[in-house]
Every structure is written in C-alpha cells, then in structure tokens.
C-alpha cells in the first residue's frame, strides 16, 4: 500500500469517527432541556464538524476519496443514547455521561495517530489540534460539573 493510502485510510477512520460524533451531538440536543447542556451539545456538534471538512481536505490532498458516511457503530451509539434517555429518570446527566465517553475515546484514537511514527507535519499539527480541543471539551465540562455540584 502507498504511504498516501495509508495515511488517508487513517485520516478517513478519524473523518468517520467526527461524522458519528457530530450525529451524535445534533442527536443529543433533542434529549436534553437545559440550555446549558444544548449549547455544550451545540458547540461539540459544530466543532466536529470543523474537524471533519479539516480531515476531508487532508484526505483529498493526498489524491485519496474521503468516506462521507458514519460508521455502524455509531448509530447503534446513538440509538443507545436515544433508549437509554428514555428510560433514564436522570435523562441529561446520563446523555452527559455518554457524551464524555464518547469524547474519552476520541481522544484516545487520536493519541493513537498521533504515535504513529512519521507523519507529515501539517497532519500531525491537525491531529493535535483535534485532539486538544477534544481534551478542553471534556475538561470544561468536568468543571462545570463540580461547580454545579
């Protein structure tokens, strides 16, 4: 496999991942009162976004076809969000839970690229970009858990 290809497949699972998130996110918005916790979702949702048309761009420079669709995963994701509100009599506290895992493990997939030996230096500057403000989403919002606390 050429290098172009293997650097756009690891781009396109990230593009994915950020398609299933920003879903995700929009998707969350309708489960939850609080205008707080909406524009948190809001926020997150349009950043994803962001980093998906950030990803998109990368993959094509490197003459590869972006994946525009989410991953199976995440819709079982998401409509176990969507299940697990309507049973939960602590709705948005449990849809943030989820939320925050949701983010952990974003995180981790973007540590992992961002191991990997070699890569460009505008990919890796991206990369760590993501993984940054992915890191302060989770961060602001643990704050605002213990000052509401």
Known sequence: MKYSEEISNK????????YDAEKGYLKAIDNVDGD???????RRSSERSEFAKEL?????QYGQIPDDSGS???VMH???????STFSSDNEESIMEEAIRGEKAS???YNELIAEPNLPPTID?????????????INTEKVQEELSS
Request: net charge positive.
């Open 11 to 18: 781009l396109n699972i990230l593009l994915v991942k950020n």
């Open 36 to 42: 707080r916790l909406k524009m948190f979702f809001k």
């Open 56 to 60: 998109r761009t990368e993959i094509l």
């Open 72 to 74: 199976f995963k995440g």
């Open 78 to 84: 998401r409509n176990w969000m969507s299940l697990k």
């Open 107 to 109: 995180l981790k997939e």
């Open 125 to 137: 500057f991206l990369l760590l970009k993501h993984r940054d403000l992915i890191q302060s989403a």
